[in-house]
């Protein structure tokens, strides 16, 4: 099959698909890549859910100072323009669009058992506005970046083929959302990248203009005017000798106020299903509701053949610790997660990732034990 096609099926399966929200930052490395993944639980009734989109990044395309990213997945589309040394040099304004179906799609769990009666699409569509300043960078190496954003998005819900006719969704109308962020470093919108530091810190609050009461009239819940929520991630990615490459990570979050379509997430090890991911090996994806977390991912990766390194396997321990959403809680509140991935580069613009993943503290059919695996594609255009 020839390139195009193949990226035509692609981009054609990613239309049923989850897109993460690329947030924009100034990406001085031009990018063409298509990716895709997917992850089915191998123990529960949980969904087969993935991600697909293709990213195109392009630096200085109209002048130095020009910087367009878009990310399109079959009917969602997202394009961010920024231009950088205005108001003053070493500052930068931007403006995004987006909109598209099943974008902010929502998947109800309870104890470990999903729940489609209580699941419904989100449908998007909105502008942000940003503001940047990157001063300086640490050693002549490290891009320190504020960010300054507000983004106005309209949501539609609707029920899914399998929710249950009596529920109610939310309510349709405006979010506002109000982000201010500091990122130093960064990681690369891969697939196993080789080499990254990063630390981040951010706090949003969304003003949601028609809140209210959804649901089943028997667990009638309610959306909020306002929810806030912040967190940090901080740590890196290591090369070491003969291929070998280390990975420790730790964030944590906290919500002020909360209603559970705007929690944190945790579970998956889907890095790019969702705009902030905090992936939990084994466990469904985001099947996890957090009013605060704490989470520690780490990995090792080495050649499966010595002085090979178009095979490679990663090793993944992940830890959390949770207070979960009143009604959404586990047995337990530390959660361990255990992965494997094989890594294999089938040519230098082609990547194939497959993988397993544990939760030996996920409640499954009466027991405790959870298990998935996934595959990820990642393709250089």
């Known amino acids: 099959?020839?390139?195009?096609?193949?990226?035509?099926?692609?981009?054609?399966?990613?239309?049923?698909?989850h897109t993460p929200w690329a947030g924009a930052q100034i990406d001085p490395k031009q990018r063409t890549y298509l990716q895709g993944g997917t992850?089915?639980?191998?123990?529960?009734?949980?969904?087969?859910?993935?991600?697909?989109?293709?990213?195109?990044?392009?630096?200085?395309?109209?002048s130095q100072d020009d910087y367009l990213r878009l990310a399109t997945a079959g009917a969602y589309t997202r394009v961010?323009?920024?231009?950088?040394?205005?108001?003053?040099?070493?500052?930068?304004?931007?403006?995004?669009?987006?909109?598209?179906?099943?974008?902010?799609?929502?998947?109800?769990y309870k104890r470990g058992v999903y729940l489609p009666e209580q699941s419904f699409r989100g449908h998007t569509a909105g502008i942000a506005l940003s503001y940047f300043a990157h001063p300086y960078k640490i050693m002549g190496r490290i891009p320190v970046n504020f960010?300054?954003?507000?983004?106005?998005?309209?949501?539609?819900?609707?029920?899914?083929?399998?929710?249950?006719?009596?529920?109610?969704?939310?309510?349709?109308?405006?979010?506002?959302?109000?982000?201010v962020g500091l990122r130093i470093g960064g990681v690369p919108p891969v697939l196993a990248p080789s080499r990254a530091l990063e630390l981040?810190?951010?706090?949003e609050a969304d003003h949601r203009t028609h809140a209210?009461?959804?649901?089943?009239?028997?667990?009638?819940?309610?959306?909020?005017?306002?929810?806030?929520?912040?967190?940090?991630?901080?740590?890196?990615?290591f090369p070491l000798p003969h291929g070998q490459v280390a990975s420790l990570f730790y964030s944590m979050g906290?919500?002020?106020?909360?209603?559970?379509?705007?929690?944190?997430?945790?579970?998956?090890?889907?890095?790019?299903?969702?705009r902030f991911p905090l992936q939990l090996h084994g466990y469904y994806e985001n099947e996890i509701f957090a009013s605060d977390y704490r989470l520690v991912n780490a990995f090792y990766r080495f050649p499966l053949i010595p002085g090979q390194r178009r095979l490679m396997l990663q090793l993944n321990f992940d830890y959390a610790h949770i207070r979960y959403f009143p009604g959404y809680a586990l047995p337990h509140r530390d959660l361990i997660g255990?992965?494997?991935?094989?890594?294999?580069?089938?040519?230098?613009?082609?990547?194939?990732?497959?993988?397993?993943?544990?939760?030996?503290?996920?409640?499954?059919?009466?027991g405790y034990g959870a298990s998935a695996v996934n595959l990820r594609l990642q393709m250089k255009l």
């Open 200 to 203: 981040t810190l951010w706090y």
């Open 212 to 237: 209210g009461p959804y649901g089943l009239h028997d667990d009638e819940l309610s959306t909020k005017p306002w929810t806030t929520r912040g967190w940090m991630d901080l740590g890196g990615i």
């Open 1 to 17: 099959m020839s390139g195009g096609k193949w990226i035509g099926l692609l981009i054609a399966a990613a239309a049923a698909l």
């Open 147 to 179: 960010e300054v954003r507000v983004a106005p998005t309209y949501l539609m819900y609707r029920r899914m083929p399998r929710t249950n006719p009596q529920f109610v969704p939310p309510a349709d109308g405006v979010v506002y959302t109000y982000r």
């Open 80 to 108: 961010d323009w920024i231009h950088d040394n205005v108001p003053f040099k070493n500052q930068a304004l931007g403006i995004g669009l987006a909109g598209g179906v099943f974008s902010n799609n929502f998947y109800d």
């Open 39 to 62: 992850e089915f639980p191998l123990r529960g009734n949980g969904p087969l859910l993935g991600y697909g989109f293709l990213l195109i990044n392009r630096p200085h395309i109209l």
């Open 338 to 366: 255990l992965g494997a991935d094989v890594i294999y580069d089938w040519s230098r613009a082609v990547r194939i990732v497959t993988g397993y993943g544990y939760g030996p503290g996920a409640p499954r059919d009466g």
């Open 254 to 274: 906290a919500t002020g106020q909360a209603d559970p379509l705007d929690l944190f997430r945790v579970g998956g090890s889907l890095r790019f299903h969702d």
